[in-house]
């Protein structure tokens, strides 16, 4: 039987990457703008660095952050805007403003390629197994972080 997050009814079996697609998409289709997927964005890399910097380090989550910008940019050319090599993820100012001036529908194409390539790449590195617990974690800490849904309709 699959668990069901609180705040978000989507299964836990899915991709962790995956989940938080999901929930841009479902943001999208319930009237989210751009400014509002840029925080939800920039709420997801905040749990990714909380969880893999203690892991791989800072400056291992910065490095797979920019590779995955530059991966990411390659289908969604407009992310070159934040492309840098002076890029850190706790700097998130420049993502969200990039997201922002785009409308919501590529905001959230890029924004869920990039946490895609990301967990590509961390895949890559250390493995499908570890990867989908550090993302759980992630999961953990950003639907912490968000407010309960209105279910009322």
């Known amino acids: 039987m699959a668990h069901r997050c609180r705040l978000w009814s989507i299964p ?6 995956q989940r938080f697609t999901v929930v841009l998409v479902h943001r999208l289709e319930h009237g989210a703008t751009s400014a ?11 749990g990714i660095d909380a969880a893999l910097s203690p892991i791989i380090g800072r400056r291992g989550v910065d ?3 920019r590779r995955s910008v530059h991966v990411a940019m390659q289908r969604h050319g407009w992310l070159a805007q934040i ?9 998130l100012a420049n993502l ?8 919501a529908d590529k905001a ?10 990301f ?20 999961w953990a800490i950003v639907s912490a972080n968000q407010p309960p849904q209105d279910t009322s309709a």
């Open 119 to 138: 967990h590509s790449l961390l895949i890559g590195l250390i493995g499908a197994s570890l990867t989908e617990r550090l993302f759980r974690s992630v």
């Open 83 to 91: 492309h840098s090599d002076a890029l850190e993820l706790p700097d």
């Open 12 to 17: 836990v079996e899915s991709s962790d990457s």
């Open 63 to 65: 490095a797979l952050f």
């Open 96 to 103: 969200a403003t990039t997201l922002e001036q785009q409308p």
């Open 36 to 46: 509002d997927l840029a925080h939800t964005t920039t709420q997801i890399w905040r």
């Open 108 to 117: 959230a194409s890029g924004s869920g390629a990039l946490i895609d390539t």
